[in-house]
């Protein structure tokens, strides 16, 4: 017999003799002449409650089945009498799969703290809230490609170990082959390590992207990517994946213009096809969720120069933590009040100091900015950041010379600029920072399925 997904019972229109469902037993109460069971398989936020009758055969299981327990399940799919539920399965087969102690069991049925069930991560999906997470999780990733499928775009794998620091900061995880411990010495430790030279986790598939822009047109990846910060905040992680358009033949304006649909698209998507979760975190995250996504998609972003950025922070007459001024690089704090405060929807600020920006940008005529661009939502702060790129040879050497970066590491990234350069342009945006904004959750830690932060490796 096929198995039936609790979402699909669920949405039945009719009665269903029959019905096969497998999963984890949320509760079980016992009445007199039957007992109950919700259970949940994770395809959906609600449960589907069955009904024993304590005569049939499926009853002599019960009392070994508690909160926690996998089960299968078979039976009639019948109209149910409770409120709030239109559909229940009274049992005719009912097998445990898989017991749990109840006096160890540590999700019973009551709210669990954040902090708590970060401890347990390998339980946690089995919650309402960590459950909705990663449903709307998955249908995001799928949103990212369909986006970019729709458009012409090209699925770019990009390398994870790499030889470049695409961001010239510096904060990257070493890669050496492991040696057991027996046989380290000072030599092998220190040496130029298996690829003969040093090797590192990438903090971008950006560079890899430009490459095949250069010969495919218009191309994403979509990865895992890595920084070396000892940053314990709630918007930083040591792994956390990145998602990175690039175009050729493409200028700041188009960069922006391709940003604002991208992250439009995403959240008019989830609305569509994650309602039901969302209106969990709207209901017990972020009462003011909806709105925050109204505003998002409702009117175009408002965009504006780094210099008027600063100007109007400059003139807010708040007590900023951190000061403002030109070449400040702009903190959560000042995107926050920018979107929340002052335009009250998502914003572009463009023409950045270059003394605050990587060497890939493209230098502005004034020699002072960069064509940089970063995206500002709401509670988030920045969400994307990106530039057109610098396509012109000499300008890109004199960059890499100012920032003390070896031309060498960078010859076949200088080489494309030889060889049939062009304007081009993208962006990166960070994963879980859209999850959180269309969440309403506050911690990265949350919208990641294992994360890596210092001092953790679990799980």
Not at 235 to 250: D, G, L, Q, S, Y
Not at 265 to 294: K, M, W
Not at 427 to 448: A, K, S
Request: aromatic share 10%; hydrophobic share 40%; net charge negative.
């Amino acid at each position: 017999m096929q198995r039936t997904m609790i979402k699909q019972a669920l949405a039945s229109t009719a009665p269903l003799d029959g019905v096969l469902v497998r999963g984890w037993v949320r509760t079980r109460r016992d009445a007199k002449g039957f007992s109950f069971l919700e259970i949940n398989d994770g395809s959906c936020l609600a449960n589907i409650q069955v009904i024993v009758d304590d005569q049939a055969p499926a009853h002599g299981a019960i009392k070994s089945i508690n909160t926690g327990a996998s089960v299968e399940v078979e039976g009639a799919l019948t109209a149910s009498p409770g409120k709030g539920q239109q559909w229940e399965i009274h049992v005719a087969r009912l097998e445990l799969v898989g017991a749990a102690d109840q006096d160890s069991y540590p999700l019973q049925k009551k709210r669990h703290s954040d902090e708590f069930l970060r401890g347990i991560a390998h339980l946690r999906p089995r919650t309402n809230k960590y459950g909705a997470i990663f449903r709307v999780r998955s249908e995001a990733a799928f949103a990212v490609h369909q986006f970019f499928r729709d458009r012409g775009y090209f699925y770019l794998h990009s390398p994870i170990i790499t030889g470049s620091d695409c961001e010239g900061a510096g904060a990257m995880f070493r890669v050496r082959a492991a040696v057991p411990a027996a046989n380290r010495t000072a030599e092998n430790q220190a040496g130029p390590g298996f690829f003969g030279k040093d090797a590192y986790l990438t903090v971008s598939g950006q560079l890899s992207a430009e490459v095949f822009a250069s010969a495919l047109g218009q191309v994403y990846t979509f990865g895992p990517t890595f920084r070396a910060e000892d940053s314990n905040t709630p918007r930083h992680a040591a792994e956390f994946w990145m998602i990175e358009p690039e175009v050729a033949f493409a200028d700041l304006n188009a960069n922006m213009d391709l940003a604002e649909a991208f992250l439009k698209g995403l959240v008019n998507h989830l609305r569509r096809h994650c309602a039901e979760d969302l209106a969990l975190f709207a209901r017990f995250v972020d009462p003011q969720l909806e709105t925050t996504l109204d505003n998002l998609t409702a009117a175009p972003f408002a965009r504006l120069p780094y210099r008027e950025a600063v100007k109007i922070l400059a003139e807010a007459g708040s007590a900023f933590q951190f000061p403002v001024g030109f070449g400040c690089d702009l903190q959560t704090e000042h995107e926050r009040y920018l979107t929340e405060q002052v335009f009250k929807k998502p914003v572009m600020v463009f023409d950045y100091p270059k003394s605050i920006k990587p060497f890939y940008m493209r230098l502005n005529d004034d020699a002072e900015t960069v064509a940089a661009m970063d995206v500002l939502v709401p509670r988030v702060g920045e969400i994307i950041g990106g530039s057109q790129r610098e396509e012109r040879l000499e300008v890109l050497e004199r960059r890499l010379d100012e920032l003390g970066l070896r031309r060498e590491d960078y010859w076949w990234y200088l080489e494309l600029r030889r060889y049939g350069s062009v304007p081009h342009a993208g962006f990166g945006m960070g994963f879980e920072r859209l999850l959180m904004l269309v969440t309403g959750i506050t911690n990265i830690r949350d919208v990641i399925p294992f994360p890596r932060t210092p001092k953790s490796l679990e799980f």
